[in-house]
């Protein structure tokens, strides 16, 4: 198999992170009682392919050079250098934020070994980790994925229909009719959270991922001769997943906040629509000739993903508090400047934190598990992909 580069990868890592930061950035325009609900909504739902799409290219990349899924495994290599690139800097981006909670709670509470070892385990030291917590739990049952990609392949459509059918299922019990059993007992924390390491709710997309890539001639064949398809099919979910979020606003009453809690990427709408989205821009970002101001942003933005994934809650709790102390409100234009002032800010501390770290390879290794080349331009090994 070809191990030429992917430009599309890197691409659809960087417009992901734009969608995970308008998602984060929708929730806080709900401080506003009258927000705006179309710019909520782009903001919210739109955006809801985001998150799933970096299990879709953290598989394609696992998978894009196994030719031979039978052969032995090295386990133990596999595993130090995920949690070289995952493991390590998802323990110490949870602790700087948890040293920003206590701080600023003044609570020394989180610090207890039962109440860290919680945050821990169910990546609750800041809104986003949770995904590296399930991004673990993925590369730690990597054997398992390649016993099961060697059945699905057997005859991969039909199969991955089925995987699709059973994951819209389990997604809808799991968000709409599960109910966590009666507080104060670790089963209930084990429920409750479900949503942070119960990898079911994203099997179906990781495993397209690796079938992609392990099928990779054929998928190129789909995404250039099934363009029109493709299309229709990404603007029909969008439409759809749009509509429901205005039906449940207009027709059921449901407040902003109510709604993009019932409409979600789990939701059998989401799921549909995360598979057109992966679809649709893994075909547009194909495209052999961009103009060089765009491929350089999107290869600038891809590169960078992973530190601003991490560091932009950050970034937004500083914003936030200069924006409440200014009396500043969530208006629509108040929210588009935050939006643009966290990417910006997230991307200026990328920079520099690169620059820094290839002087002390150390901080790189902490904080994105790769050191920098000051020598070679070329994208860092990180988690999202």
């Known amino acids: 198999m070809s191990t030429q580069r992917i430009p599309a990868l890197e691409y659809i890592r960087g417009i992901s992170m734009l969608g995970v930061i308008g998602i984060h950035t929708g929730a806080y325009s709900l401080s506003n009682p009258h927000v705006n609900i179309h710019l909520f909504g782009l903001l919210e739902i739109a955006s ?6 970096f299990f879709f290219v953290s598989a394609f990349g696992l998978f894009l050079h196994q030719k031979d899924l039978t052969a032995p495994l090295n386990y133990t290599a596999f595993m130090k250098k995920r949690l070289k690139t995952v493991g390590i800097p998802y323990l110490i981006w949870s602790l700087l934020y948890l040293v920003y909670i206590s701080v600023i709670s003044h609570n020394l509470a989180v610090w207890s070994i ?24 993925f590369y730690a049952l990597m054997p398992l994925w390649r016993i099961l990609l060697r059945y699905i392949l057997k005859n991969p459509l039909t199969n991955l229909l089925i995987a699709l059918a ?17 507080t104060g007992t670790l089963f209930h924390d084990l429920v409750d959270y479900r949503m942070n390491y119960w990898i079911a709710h994203y099997f179906f997309i990781f495993i397209l991922g690796a079938v992609c890539a392990l099928r990779f001639d054929s998928f190129k064949t789909i995404l250039t001769y099934q363009r029109r398809y493709v299309t229709a099919f990404f603007a029909i979910t969008l439409g759809a997943i749009m ?25 059998p709408i989401g799921v549909l629509y995360t598979v057109s989205s992966t679809f649709f821009w893994f075909m547009i970002f194909s495209k052999e000739h961009w103009p060089a101001a765009i491929s350089a942003l999107l290869n600038s933005l891809g590169k960078h993903s992973y530190f601003i994934y991490l560091v932009h809650p950050f970034v ?18 108040a929210t588009i400047l935050f939006y643009l002032a966290t990417l910006l800010l997230s991307l200026l501390l990328s920079l520099f934190t690169q620059r820094l770290s290839t002087h002390l390879p150390w901080l790189g290794r902490l904080l ?10 070329k994208a860092p090994t990180t988690a999202i992909g």
């Open 48 to 53: 809801r392919f985001s998150v799933p799409i």
């Open 243 to 267: 509509l429901y979020y205005y039906y449940l606003l207009f027709a059921k009453g449901y407040t902003p906040e109510e709604a993009v809690c019932t409409n979600h990427q789990l939701g």
């Open 316 to 333: 937004m709790y500083c914003l936030s508090y200069y924006m409440n102390h200014a009396g500043y409100l969530f208006t629509a234009k």
């Open 368 to 377: 994105t598990g790769s050191i920098p080349s000051p020598r070679v331009k």
């Open 114 to 137: 039962p109440v860290l070892l919680k945050y821990l385990f169910f990546g609750l030291a800041s809104y986003q980790l949770y995904f590296l917590v399930l991004l673990l739990w």
């Open 166 to 182: 059973l994951q819209i299922l389990f997604n809808y019990y799991s968000s709409y009719l599960l109910v966590p059993p009666p």
